[in-house]
């Protein structure tokens, strides 16, 4: 072979030759119409003159991008064990510096820059085990069942990796609420499993319907093998509270059915409408008594990124197993071994989440002012967003009822929805592409988090300052106006 030939051969990695499954993720918060805003940002620095005078993003969850301020003791902490030395200076308080000093002695050479234990440093977890005991009300949690994370994510596809497994009618097929959080649609694609939706009913507030669970589940047994049934509870991208009924529905179901169930519940502490409160899975299991809790398999999720926190960059999280049979839980050992270790940062910030200050130590008054600080303005925009979108003609919004995140029902014209298609984009893509054109207002289309075939639907964050958030809202009701007259 002459060097010409060696140089000019064809690309060993091509769109052809490339992993066919990972053409088929598709992740709409960082999809196209995020993609083209960041473009738009890009030209405004430039100088193209637009109708805006910046990009306004309520397309994803990063609570401090939206300008939410961290929690002070966290960031304290977080100091204090990345450079030590300031255990020294009298200008932390010393609960802060206790808490440093309880990480650091867990970490390797008192470094958070070492490598920890695999499934995540060992106070750390035991401090996840007695938050998780506190919070279900005294329910038993062993530590050696919580594995630290990378954010709830990581958590939540390593078990998919677990689960999936057969070829053709044997395939797995795993259970995910539509609308959904787009990483299950995107993880199931990447490991080519088997996507089986289920509806929630937007007529009654995004609730979960067992006759619905019922109907999904005997359609997917016809063409695959359903071993896992997903829920997100606060919701994203639809902001509900499942009621405790709903939950021991679902654990009722997965019992009879036999299904493994996955508990996202990142948002717990996001909770704002009257009447609703969070119910773990694990306490509701505990208490539905021993025929349930001694069978029944369940992984449930929680990290840093949401909540009072929001604290997205550090992806900190964990998962805790529940009737794991001792074999599989030593393969999934195995398996976080090979990415060797979660973040140690991020677990740090995981074991203040879970250990934070308590009553007479000295932050503790600052930190519950701030957390509830936090919270109570969340509530407020909550209550704002749904107030205000619900004026629109044409918009109908159920109640924000927790998480971060509205995701209202739009009527579009006929006219439309005809142009979009003619376009191939999705009606509801094209109208939210129109409105960050004209507005500078970057949402995510409801057809990335999948709807009952004819409605349309937008994902808003309700994160933004107060006073964006209102221009933001004004904006949207201005255009969704123009929008409809122009394709009536």
Known sequence: MTDNEVFSRNKVLTI????????????????????????????????????????????????????????????????????????????????????????????GGSSMGAYSASQGIDCVRQDVARYIERRDGGVPCDPDNVYLTTGASDGIVTMLKLLVCGEGASRTGVMISIPQYPLYSAALAELGAVQVNYYLNEEKCWSMDLSELERSLAEARKHCNPKAICIINPGNPTGQVQSRQCIEDVIRFAAKERLFLMADEVYQDNVYAEGCQFHSFKKVLFELGPQYSNTVELASFHSTSKCYMGECGFRGGYMEVINMDPEVKAQLTKLVSVRLCPPVPGQALMDLVVNSPQPGEPSYTTFMKERTATLSLLAEKAKLTEEILNTVPGITCNPVQGAMYSFPNISLPKKAIKEAKALGQAPDMFYCMKMLEETGICLVPGSGFGQKDGTYHFRMTILPPTDKLKILLAKVKEFHQKFTQQYS
Do not use: W
């Open 16 to 107: 052809d030759t490339m992993n066919p499954t990972v053409k088929k993720v598709e992740y709409a918060v960082r999809g196209p119409i995020v993609q083209r805003a960041v473009q738009i940002e890009k030209e405004l620095r430039e100088g193209v003159k637009k109708p805006f005078t910046e990009v306004i993003k309520a397309n994803i969850g990063d609570a401090h991008a939206m300008g939410q301020q961290p929690i002070t003791f966290f960031r304290q902490v977080l100091a204090l064990c990345s450079y030590p030395e300031l255990l020294n200076d009298n200008i932390f308080p010393e609960d802060a510096k206790n808490r440093a000093r309880h990480i650091l002695q867990a970490c």
